[in-house]
């Protein structure tokens, strides 16, 4: 019979009380998921999504020829002479992959010799893609290429540049950079373009980077968030001295996509990446085999727009706070603990579909929102003490 005796100011406080929570909160909500992301949170989680389960066969048409520890033993110390890598483009031309990306820097002159040896080695296969770096002496950026030798006898060339987040782990790359009109497809993207026979389609001009300067223009374009397939050693891989000994059947590498590069450790140009964190760093050349997968594939990962992403997270704030009135508070804490597991299922079913959603706004609202309610009941019990406590939205309004 005590809630008869609870007065219109009384009810009108509890509606009050809640429509200044709800409309804060869901505010709130909308504003941290209209950030598209909350740093380390989001990135948290969506590493950790992507490594659930991670265990997807590997392409058999890809191929690594692994600079590897093995190889620095039996061939000596790095850098070799040119004319090993000569032999080794002669002996994979013979079996006729797809195309071969040799990651190797060659961006100064050896012996003219040894130079033209390798020159005549990529001339005759017609299949080589080499690399191109991004340098910085002192001046701005620059594109690092090969020696004009090597350049002019390499099918083509493409940059090796990665992008690296704010935590400095390798979550996407631009498939084009370039700097003064003149721009290059990522070497993944110039792999496919050789053994396929297919241009890449680009999506207009590059727009400059955010960081630019005066003297730093370089620009970027077309980002490729990469849904790696696996972790480090997901490819099939032959040591680099195997093939050149001859010890691999040609058909190993028939109609194949043949990366070249290093794995050895304290030697290949290694980073941290969503599916290696317990692992170690991945070597590059097999992020550059990840890229390729992902090109042939036809997959990205697309990252949600801010309002679809402020949207997703004010779904789950809205319902429950409407769940504060309708329930009782036992089922109050279970919808609210309900309503995040669900929102961090959605993120992740989303993320395997190729979309990813940051889920972080909605779980922080969510953790704030049932302390802030259940202070607000407390105070309003203080207060009142009419077992407003126990009050529904029902009994409110009937009242």
């Not at 080695?121 to 017609?126: G, I, L, R, V």
């Not at 058909?251 to 969503?274: H, Q």
């Amino acid at each position: 019979m005590k809630i008869r005796w609870l007065s219109p100011f009384v009810r009108r406080l509890a509606l009050r009380e809640w429509l200044m929570l709800f409309i804060g909160l869901l505010t709130f909500a909308i504003a941290l998921g209209w950030q598209n992301g909350l740093g380390r949170l989001d990135q948290s989680l969506y590493d950790l999504f992507l490594s659930i389960d991670n265990d997807k066969p590997a392409r058999e048409d890809i191929i690594i020829v692994a600079i590897d520890d093995y190889s620095l033993a039996e061939l000596g110390r790095w850098p070799w002479s040119r004319d090993k890598h000569a032999d080794l483009i002669n002996k994979l031309t013979k079996a006729q992959p797809r195309a071969i990306g040799l990651d190797v820097i060659l961006s100064e002159t050896s012996t003219p010799q040894i130079d033209a040896q390798l020159a005549a080695a990529m001339t005759q296969s017609q299949r080589v893609v080499l690399p191109v770096v991004l340098t910085n002496a002192g001046h701005g950026l620059t594109a690092g290429l090969p020696i004009p030798l090597l350049a002019e006898a390499a099918h083509t060339m493409g940059h090796i540049n990665l992008e690296h987040d704010s935590d400095g782990v390798i979550r996407s790359v631009f498939l084009r950079e370039g700097q003064n009109g003149k721009n290059w497809l990522h070497f993944s993207a110039a792999l496919l373009s050789t053994g396929s026979g297919m241009q890449y389609s680009s999506t207009g001009a590059l727009p400059v980077a955010p960081t630019a300067s005066l003297i730093d223009t370089w620009q970027r374009g077309d980002q490729l968030y990469i849904p790696y397939e696996g972790g480090i050693g997901h490819f099939k891989s032959v040591p680099y001295v195997s093939v050149l000994r001859g010890e691999v059947p040609d058909a190993f590498f028939t109609d194949k996509y043949v990366l070249v590069g290093a794995t050895a450790l304290g030697m290949a140009d290694s980073y941290p990446t969503p599916v290696s964190r317990h692992a170690g760093a991945m070597p590059g050349i097999e992020i550059n085999a990840q890229i390729l997968a992902s090109l042939l594939d036809g997959e990205e990962i697309h990252i949600a727009t801010p309002w679809q992403t402020a949207l997703f997270n004010a779904l789950p704030v809205f319902m429950a706070l409407f769940g504060y009135l309708l329930l009782s508070p036992r089922f109050s804490l279970f919808a609210t603990g309900s309503w995040m597991l669900a929102t961090l299922v959605a993120s992740y079913i989303a993320l395997r579909l190729g979309i990813w959603i940051a889920p972080a706004a909605a779980i922080i609202t969510l953790i704030v929102s049932y302390p802030l309610w259940s202070w607000r009941r407390l105070e309003a019990a203080i207060t009142y003490p009419v077992s407003y406590t126990h009050l529904t939205l029902p009994t409110i309004l009937l009242v």
